[in-house]
């Protein structure tokens, strides 16, 4: 599983490995940082049980950090024998506009107000 909090999609999960030893996922995932918060990308690796699912390892990795346009491969141990390789990168796109709150300003309250209160007249 992978989360950035501060994400407006905050929470994604990678696809289920049965009976692998050395499993590879292979697989990209998108998040959309919110340039006024702090952005952490966590990690958790589980394993897959009937019943309740075990912690394999967590890690935390400050994205905020991370240099623009250039991909870093990094590993770590989750715990005495596994380990984890990703690849990160962080890109900029600054033709989308995104809200990462329900919260409006006061322009949008006035606007909101006034449609709120605007005369409707019918002919």
């Not at 075990?54 to 870093?72: A, F, H, Q, S, Y």
């Not at 989308?96 to 449609?115: A, G, H, Q, T």
């Amino acid at each position: 599983m992978l989360r950035v909090r501060s994400s407006p999609n905050a929470k994604q999960r990678t696809t289920t490995k049965g009976d692998d030893v050395n499993p590879r996922w292979n697989e990209t995932f998108k998040f959309y940082l919110n340039p006024e918060k702090k952005n952490i990308l966590e990690l958790v690796m589980m394993d897959k049980d009937v019943g309740l699912d075990d912690t394999v390892g967590r890690e935390e990795i400050d994205i905020d950090g991370l240099p623009v346009k250039k991909k870093l491969m990094k590993k770590f141990f989750l715990n005495k024998t596994t380990s984890l390789k990703i690849s990160l990168l962080v890109t900029s796109d600054e033709t989308r506009e995104l809200r990462f709150s329900y919260d409006i300003c006061d322009e949008e309250k006035n606007l909101v107000w006034e449609e709120k209160h605007q005369e409707i007249r019918m002919r």
